[in-house]
C-alpha cells in the first residue's frame, strides 16, 4: 500500500472520527497541545478514505455512528492491514461493549463523557511511543487477552458452527485457552453426541443459526436433560431481544460472534467459577440487581437540596426506570431527567446504562429538553435494536427567570400544584405524551412545553408506571405534604398510594418552587450579543465605584477581567445564541469582591484552558489566561465562572 504524505508530514497526524461536531472540537483541542496535527472524520466512510491515503500516529473512534458503526470501521481499518493504535471513544460504557471494541481491533476503551485528561494521557502514551521506534501495532486479539489462572484442561468443550474455516479459528482460540476441544458442524450433531455420551461435553459453544434444530432449540433440550452441561450461543447479529429469550431458556450467555476470539473466555469463566461457588445464588443475583438498580437514581447536588425529591418503587428484580437531577450553573439552572426502559429483565437494565451514558456525554451541551430529547432519539436509533426504546420526560428550570420547560416522549405529562389567593392549592395537569425515543428517526413527535411558574408551587413529574390519579389522591388524603415549603421526603408517601397489584415500576418527581428571594447581591441579565456586554460592563462600572473594589486592585483591570469573561460566555458558553442568557451576580464584603458570570453552555476545564494560552483553537481563545492574571482567584462550576478579587 502506498500512502501520500501531506505537506505537514513533519507534525505527527492524529485522525479524529465522531459524528459529533463538538466531539471532534473537544479532541481536537486535546491533539493541538500535544502539538500534533489533527485530522478529523465525520464518519466510518469517511474515516476509511483518509486511512488509506495518510499514515497516522493515532485514531481516536466513536463507535456510536450513523451508516458505517465504529465497530466495523475498526474491522476494515485492520483488514487493510493497517497497524496505528486505536482508541474507542463511546456511550456504550458496559463491559461487553469495550470487549468488543477490543475484539474488533482497538488498542484501549475510553468512556464518554470524555476526560481531557486521559486523552491527553493517552495522546503522549502512543505518541511518545512512536517517537522513540517503539512497536504501536495493534495485537491480535487472542494475544492481547492474558491468559487467565483458572484451569480449563479439566473441561472438555464442543464447537458448533458450519462454516469450516470459522470453526477451525474457535478450536484453535478455545484450545489455546487450555480446553480439550471437539467440534461439529450442527446442533443435531451436538444432541446425537451428548444422547451417545453424556458425560463427554462440559460446555458447548454454539453459532445460533445451523441447519436443522438450531442452538435455542438445542438449548431446551439440553436444559432438560443434561443440566451440568453449560450452553453458550454466539450470533452475527446481536441484540437485547435475542439475548432475553436466550437468558430466560437458561443460556449461561450469549455474545456477538465477534467476541469468541478471546473475551469471551471470561464469561465461560465467570460460569464455571459460579458452579464451583454453592454460595452464589439466585438471592445474591438479586442483590446485586437491585444495586444496579439503585444507581439509576440520583441527585445531581451534594448534599441534595431541598427543592427536589426522587424515587423509584421497583417491583422487579431488574428493570430500567432512571430519576436524575443536574446543575448546571450557580444562577439556579438545573435540568431534571425521568426516563423508563421499555421491560424488566437484563436487557432493559442494559439498555438503561446505554441511556445513563449518552445522557452523561451530551446532557450538558443540550440543556433545553426538547433538544435533549432529539439527541438522544438520534444516538437510540444508531444502535438499531428494534425494542430498545425508552419513555422520557425531561424538564428545565431556569431559576433567574423562574422559566420552566418540559418535553415529553412518550410519558405522562406533569402536575403543577399552584397556591391560590385563598392558600389553598389547585392542579394543573401539563399534558405529556409524545413518541417513545429509539422507535423512529422522526424528532417530530416529541411534545414541548414552557411557562413561567407561580411561587410556592409544586411540581410533579412521573413515570407510566404511576396514574396522576394516584398522586391526587395522595395529595387529598394528606394536605400537609404541599406545606413544608420543600418537596424533600414527599415522594416515597405519596408512591404507598399506589394501587394494589400494580404490575410496573414507578418512578416519581417532585419539585418545590419557592417565593423569589430579595436579591441580597446586584445582579444583572441580558440575552447573548455583544451590545449586551457593553450594557453590562457599563452597569457593572456604576456597582464597582459604589466603594467595591478592594483595595489594591484597580477598576480598570477589573472591568477588563468581567469583559473577557463576558465574552467567554457569549462566544464559547451561549455560542452567540440570540435566545441564551447571561447572569451576573456580584458579591462584596470589606476588601473582597467575587463577580459570578453564568451561561447557559457546557462549561470547561480551567486548567486546560489556561494551559492552552499559547495554542491557536477555540479554547485557547476564551480569555481565561487574561482573567487568571488579573484575578486573584478563578473557578469553573458548571456554566459558572468566579472571579475572586481580594484586598492587600
Not at 501520500?4 to 507534525?11: A, F, H, L
Not at 466513536?62 to 474507542?88: C, K, N, S, W
Not at 399552584?418 to 424528532?443: A, D, P, Q
Request: aromatic letters at 6%; one cysteine or more; a negative charge.
Amino acid at each position: 500500500m502506498t500512502f501520500v504524505m501531506t505537506p505537514d508530514s513533519e507534525k505527527r497526524s492524529i485522525l479524529v472520527v465522531d459524528d459529533n461536531p463538538l466531539n471532534r472540537e473537544l479532541i481536537a483541542a486535546a491533539v493541538a497541545s500535544a502539538s500534533c496535527r489533527c485530522v478529523e472524520a465525520e464518519n466510518g466512510k469517511e474515516a476509511l478514505a483518509k486511512a488509506k491515503t495518510e499514515v497516522f500516529s493515532l485514531i481516536f473512534m466513536d463507535l456510536l455512528m450513523p451508516g458505517m458503526d465504529g465497530f466495523e470501521t475498526v474491522r476494515h481499518i485492520r483488514a487493510m492491514g493497517i497497524e496505528t493504535p486505536i482508541v474507542a471513544l463511546s456511550a456504550l460504557s458496559m463491559k461487553q461493549d469495550q470487549e468488543r471494541a477490543l475484539a474488533m481491533g482497538c488498542n484501549a476503551f475510553v468512556p464518554k463523557p470524555i476526560d481531557l485528561a486521559q486523552l491527553r494521557d493517552i495522546i503522549e502514551k502512543y505518541v511518545k511511543r512512536e517517537q522513540q521506534g517503539q512497536p504501536s501495532k495493534s495485537t491480535p486479539a487472542l494475544q492481547s487477552v492474558s491468559r487467565p489462572s483458572f484451569d480449563f484442561s479439566p473441561y472438555r468443550l464442543l464447537v458448533v458452527e458450519e462454516d469450516r474455516e470459522r470453526s477451525e479459528e474457535h478450536v484453535r482460540t478455545m484450545a489455546a485457552f487450555g480446553f480439550s476441544v471437539r467440534q461439529v458442524a450442527n446442533c443435531n450433531e451436538a444432541l446425537d453426541l451428548l444422547h451417545a455420551d453424556p458425560a463427554s461435553l462440559d460446555i458447548i459453544v454454539s453459532n445460533l443459526y445451523t441447519t436443522g434444530i438450531d442452538a435455542l432449540g438445542m438449548l431446551a433440550m439440553v436444559r432438560r436433560q443434561y443440566p451440568r452441561v453449560l450452553v453458550f450461543i454466539f450470533t452475527e447479529h446481536y441484540d437485547p431481544d435475542m439475548y432475553q429469550l436466550a437468558m430466560q431458556q437458561g443460556a449461561d450467555g450469549i455474545f456477538p460472534a465477534a467476541l469468541l476470539d478471546g473475551p469471551a473466555i471470561g464469561m465461560i469463566e465467570s460460569a464455571l467459577y459460579r458452579r464451583q461457588q454453592p454460595e452464589m445464588t439466585t438471592t445474591s443475583l438479586s442483590d446485586q440487581l437491585r444495586q444496579a438498580q439503585a444507581q439509576l437514581i440520583s441527585y445531581g447536588c451534594e448534599p441534595p437540596c431541598h427543592a427536589c425529591c426522587l424515587a423509584i418503587k421497583s417491583l422487579h428484580e431488574a428493570g430500567g426506570d432512571i430519576v436524575r437531577c443536574r446543575k448546571f450553573n450557580n444562577s439556579g439552572r438545573c435540568g431534571f431527567v425521568l426516563a423508563d426502559i421499555a421491560g424488566h429483565d437484563l436487557a432493559s437494565l442494559y439498555m438503561s446504562a446505554v441511556f445513563l451514558g449518552i445522557l452523561t456525554s451530551c446532557w450538558d451541551a443540550c440543556q433545553k429538553p426538547a433538544n435533549l430529547l432529539q439527541v438522544i432519539n438520534g444516538e437510540f436509533n444508531k444502535l438499531g435494536y428494534p425494542k430498545s426504546h425508552v419513555c422520557v420526560t425531561a424538564m428545565l428550570w431556569d431559576g433567574m427567570r423562574r422559566m420552566l420547560h418540559i418535553a415529553t416522549a412518550g410519558n405522562p405529562g406533569a402536575l403543577l400544584y399552584e397556591r391560590t389567593t385563598g392558600g389553598e392549592f389547585s392542579c394543573r395537569e401539563i399534558v405529556g405524551g409524545g413518541m417513545c425515543l429509539g422507535l423512529l428517526k422522526t424528532n417530530d413527535l416529541i411534545g414541548s412545553a414552557m411557562m413561567v411558574c407561580p411561587s410556592e408551587s409544586y411540581l410533579f413529574l412521573f413515570s407510566d408506571g404511576i396514574e396522576k390519579e394516584t398522586v391526587q389522591k395522595a395529595i387529598a388524603a394528606d394536605p400537609a405534604l404541599l406545606n413544608k415549603h420543600r418537596a424533600s421526603g414527599m415522594c416515597s408517601p405519596i408512591l404507598l398510594h399506589a394501587r394494589p397489584g400494580q404490575q410496573d415500576d414507578m418512578a416519581l418527581l417532585s419539585f418545590y418552587i419557592p417565593q423569589p428571594e430579595p436579591q441580597q447581591h446586584p445582579c444583572y441579565s441580558f440575552l447573548t450579543g455583544y451590545d449586551g456586554i457593553d450594557r453590562a460592563c457599563r452597569w457593572a462600572s456604576e456597582v464597582l465605584a459604589a466603594g467595591k473594589v478592594p483595595r489594591g486592585k484597580d477598576f480598570d483591570f477589573i472591568l477588563l477581567a468581567l469583559r473577557e469573561a463576558l465574552l467567554n460566555a457569549v462566544e464559547h458558553g451561549n455560542r452567540r445564541s440570540s435566545e441564551a442568557f447571561v447572569d451576573i451576580v456580584i458579591h462584596s464584603a470589606p476588601d473582597l469582591l467575587v463577580i459570578e458570570v453564568s451561561d447557559e453552555g457546557a462549561g470547561f476545564d480551567l486548567e486546560r484552558c489556561l494551559a492552552a494560552d499559547s495554542v491557536d483553537g477555540q479554547i485557547g481563545k476564551r480569555g481565561v489566561p487574561a482573567m487568571r492574571k488579573i484575578a486573584d482567584v478563578i473557578t469553573v462550576e458548571g456554566g459558572t465562572v468566579s472571579m475572586t478579587f481580594s484586598g492587600q
